[in-house]
């Protein structure tokens, strides 16, 4: 048998006395609290310029003259002038701790409610899951602190319940469903449409980029949905509705985004290298300076799309609709595929300093490696 060693430090030769600690109590400074010394503080300066100070403004305001007949009177008066303005400053002061008090309330209860929408999340019943994402969802709207980490909270609970770990660009290609997949997420999984639907209209969070990398949700509603820089990566959202979406910047490459309904949705410098959008409904759609290099674009009707600065090389439009669709500024190659009877000699060129630098076809960076077994 192997000996462990004992590295637990030797207790001290004298011991620590804690009986007298235990009997000791916190400082006195500690007991008084501030708010209580700067209102003592306060009433005695108060006291003591209704004492002293009527006699020094009384003759500071009579000058030369005469005093009046009555000068204990005057001085009366301007003392209990005095004490009004004194008895005003207490009651504003009484409001400040009132409203202080209040606050810190509504803290505990948002970190309760905080506490307890967390909790309803790994409920069983989906009633109390929808009430936990909610209950989320009124926190983040009132509290700022709280949107960034209600953001990613929720973000985990999609991704957990839908995330397909070895997922890669290769699957995009697939088209292969099971029976459950057919559904609407909203009916299948409401508790998971619910989640995007609140990440999909809350407050947008600066610098936060939600990771829904290798989620499968096809058939999910995110119309008007607000997902700035959204991480979408290998994901599959076949057949969702994305009517007025806002994916700027969003990262769907090698996404599956088949028979999609994209509608004047905005993907603004999006990223959608090696993405499958065949047969989408995307009239309208906002593709400016999108990477769509390797995407697959064949049967999709691009009419009224705006494609400016756009990369597609390698890209393939077979049997795609372009009726006015602005192609300004396309970057393009011999291995771009063009629908029939389109002609790509009246895009105007864009510049050579504006092409965008051809980005590796590999996804290393991606990858999800086995780990080698023991």
Same mark, same amino acid.
């Given at each position: 048998?192997?000996?462990?060693?004992?590295?637990?430090?030797?207790?001290?030769?004298?011991?620590?006395?804690?009986?007298?600690?235990?009997?000791?109590?916190?400082?006195?400074?500690?007991?008084?609290?501030?708010?209580?010394?700067?209102?003592?503080?306060?009433?005695?300066?108060?006291?003591?310029?209704?004492?002293?100070?009527?006699?020094?403004?009384?003759?500071?305001?009579?000058?030369?003259?005469?005093?009046?007949?009555?000068?204990?009177?005057?001085?009366?008066?301007?003392?209990?002038?005095?004490?009004?303005?004194?008895?005003?400053?207490?009651?504003?002061?009484?409001?400040?701790?009132?409203?202080?008090?209040?606050?810190?309330?509504?803290?505990?209860?948002?970190?309760?409610?905080?506490?307890?929408?967390?909790?309803?999340?790994?409920?069983?019943?989906?009633?109390?899951?929808?009430?936990?994402?909610?209950?989320?969802?009124?926190?983040?709207?009132?509290?700022?602190?709280?949107?960034?980490?209600?953001?990613?909270?929720?973000?985990?609970?999609?991704?957990?319940?839908?995330?397909?770990?070895?997922?890669?660009?290769?699957?995009?290609?697939?088209?292969?469903?099971?029976?459950?997949?057919?559904?609407?997420?909203?009916?299948?999984?409401?508790?998971?449409?619910?989640?995007?639907?609140?990440?999909?209209?809350?407050?947008?969070?600066?610098?936060?980029?939600?990771?829904?990398?290798?989620?499968?949700?096809?058939?999910?509603?995110?119309?008007?949905?607000?997902?700035?820089?959204?991480?979408?990566?290998?994901?599959?959202?076949?057949?969702?509705?994305?009517? &007025?979406?806002? *994916?700027?910047?969003? @990262? +769907?490459? #090698? $996404?599956? %985004?088949? /028979? !999609?309904?994209?509608?004047? =949705?905005?993907?603004?410098?999006?990223?959608?290298?090696?993405?499958?959008?065949?047969?989408?409904?995307?009239?309208?759609?906002?593709?400016?300076?999108?990477?769509?290099?390797?995407?697959?674009?064949?049967?999709?009707?691009?009419? &009224?799309?705006? *494609?400016?600065?756009? @990369? +597609?090389? #390698? $890209?393939? %439009?077979? /049997? !795609?609709?372009?009726?006015? =669709?602005?192609?300004?500024?396309?970057?393009?190659?011999?291995?771009?595929?063009?629908?029939?009877?389109?002609?790509?000699?009246?895009?105007?060129?864009?510049?050579?300093?504006?092409?965008?630098?051809?980005?590796?076809?590999?996804?290393?960076?991606?990858?999800?490696?086995?780990?080698?077994?023991?």
């Amino acid at each position: 048998m192997t000996r462990i060693e004992d590295h637990t430090p030797p207790f001290p030769r004298h011991p620590v006395r804690t009986d007298k600690i235990a009997r000791v109590g916190a400082s006195w400074r500690h007991r008084i609290s501030a708010p209580l010394i700067v209102t003592a503080i306060l009433g005695m300066a108060a006291l003591a310029c209704a004492i002293l100070l009527p006699r020094h403004l009384l003759a500071w305001d009579l000058g030369s003259a005469q005093p009046p007949a009555d000068y204990a009177a005057a001085v009366n008066n301007i003392r209990t002038a005095l004490l009004q303005g004194v008895g005003g400053l207490v009651l504003l002061m009484g409001a400040y701790l009132t409203w202080r008090q209040l606050q810190l309330g509504r803290h505990g209860q948002a970190t309760e409610s905080f506490a307890a929408g967390i909790a309803h999340l790994g409920d069983p019943s989906v009633d109390v899951r929808l009430g936990g994402i909610y209950a989320l969802e009124r926190i983040a709207r009132f509290s700022t602190a709280d949107r960034r980490a209600i953001g990613e909270i929720l973000t985990a609970f999609i991704g957990t319940r839908t995330r397909h770990p070895q997922r890669s660009a290769q699957d995009a290609q697939r088209t292969a469903a099971t029976p459950d997949e057919l559904v609407n997420l909203s009916l299948r999984a409401p508790d998971l449409h619910a989640a995007l639907t609140v990440l999909g209209r809350r407050p947008s969070v600066r610098g936060q980029v939600l990771a829904l990398d290798r989620v499968v949700l096809p058939k999910t509603n995110l119309a008007s949905a607000r997902l700035h820089d959204v991480d979408l990566h290998f994901s599959d959202l076949t057949e969702s509705s994305l009517v &007025g979406v806002d *994916l700027t910047r969003a @990262d +769907l490459s #090698g $996404a599956r %985004l088949a /028979g !999609a309904i994209l509608p004047d =949705a905005i993907l603004y410098q999006a990223d959608l290298r090696d993405a499958v959008l065949t047969g989408i409904i995307a009239e309208g759609i906002d593709l400016r300076a999108t990477d769509l290099s390797q995407a697959d674009l064949r049967n999709a009707n691009l009419r &009224g799309a705006r *494609l400016d600065y756009s @990369d +597609l090389r #390698g $890209a393939t %439009l077979s /049997g !795609a609709v372009l009726t006015g =669709a602005s192609l300004k500024r396309v970057v393009f190659d011999e291995s771009t595929v063009w629908p029939d009877g389109f002609e790509p000699s009246l895009i105007e060129p864009a510049r050579p300093r504006s092409l965008p630098p051809i980005r590796p076809r590999t996804y290393d960076e991606f990858a999800v490696r086995d780990e080698p077994a023991e």
